[in-house]
């Protein structure tokens, strides 16, 4: 099982972004979404590890509203095998916490034995589902996972850390945080096949949300004031004068 999250488009223009009248979540109406980077990486070393093991399975997962399967549809179209979105109720307030409660209840109702989540999400850059996840449902969890590989008996990990890389060998159950790594980048989507993922099946499961341990208490665009003041002057000598006065009154030299 691998996790998916949908949210803005990181490159969307600060001026863009807004907040839902009266909610604590951003406007997401006439704003590109995509898939959360990290999750991209979670997805192809999921299909990476499915190609080298006879049998296993891929299932994409998101937690989310119904717009949220664009990024199940995407995960069909470079193969996933199967796609479930576990939708949220209408004032259901999100946190890392609950996220991850809702996606150990998938887990446990498709029967997963490995789950793989990315890093952090890319908008809030939380970083806190998957080793929530892993402690909800009980399983040891391995973080910052560039690959996956079947090793004798069970899987081996590749971790990435400052000094160089750690090699894990590990049984199912267990949940990998995958960050990225130029082995691990999302492969592309022929046209056919996305074209054929608009017509596959996108399941649901229903999850009751648990009470998560941390709660947004607030949100807000802050607001920067700034002023503009043209430096009179005849020419740049008498320009340049006035901006010395002008910035000795101000203090700020």
């Given at each position: 099982m691998v996790c998916l999250?949908?949210?803005?488009?990181?490159?969307?223009?600060?001026?863009?972004?807004?907040?839902?009248?009266?909610?604590?979540?951003?406007?997401?109406?006439?704003?590109?979404?995509?898939?959360?980077?990290f999750d991209q990486n979670a997805l192809e070393v999921g299909l990476q590890l499915r190609e080298?093991?006879?049998?296993?399975?891929?299932?994409?997962v998101t937690v989310g509203p119904e717009g949220a399967e664009d990024v199940l549809r995407k995960a069909l179209a470079v193969k996933?095998?199967?796609?479930?979105?576990?939708?949220?109720?209408?004032?259901?307030?999100?946190?890392?916490?609950?996220?991850?409660?809702?996606?150990?209840?998938?887990?446990?109702?498709?029967?997963?034995?490995?789950?793989?989540?990315?890093?952090?999400?890319?908008?809030w850059d939380g970083g806190q589902v998957g080793l929530i996840l892993s402690e909800e449902l009980g399983w040891p969890g391995a973080n910052l996972v560039t690959g996956i590989e079947p090793g004798s008996g069970g899987l081996v990990l590749k971790r990435e850390l400052e000094e160089g890389y750690e090699v894990l060998e590990g049984n199912v159950p267990l949940v990998a945080v995958v960050t990225n790594h130029e082995t691990n980048v999302l492969r592309i989507a022929k046209v056919?096949?996305?074209?054929?993922?608009?017509?596959?099946?996108?399941?649901?499961?229903?999850?009751e949300p648990q009470g998560g341990r941390?709660?947004?208490?607030?949100?807000?665009?802050?607001?920067k004031e700034v002023n503009c003041e043209i430096i009179p002057g005849e020419d740049g000598g008498e320009k340049a004068d006035n901006l010395i006065k002008r910035l000795l009154e101000l203090k700020v030299m």
């Open positions: 999250k949908q949210i803005l488009d990181p490159e969307l223009p600060p001026r863009d972004f807004r907040l839902e009248k009266g909610e604590m979540t951003p406007a997401t109406e006439g704003v590109p979404l995509v898939m959360s980077s080298k093991i006879a049998g296993a399975t891929v299932t994409a996933a095998d199967r796609a479930v979105r576990v939708p949220l109720e209408q004032d259901c307030k999100l946190s890392g916490g609950i996220v991850a409660g809702l996606l150990a209840g998938a887990a446990r109702e498709l029967g997963a034995d490995l789950v793989i989540c990315g890093r952090q999400a890319g908008d056919k096949d996305t074209m054929a993922a608009m017509r596959k099946k996108v399941e649901q499961i229903n999850v941390l709660e947004l208490a607030s949100l807000e665009i802050p607001v």
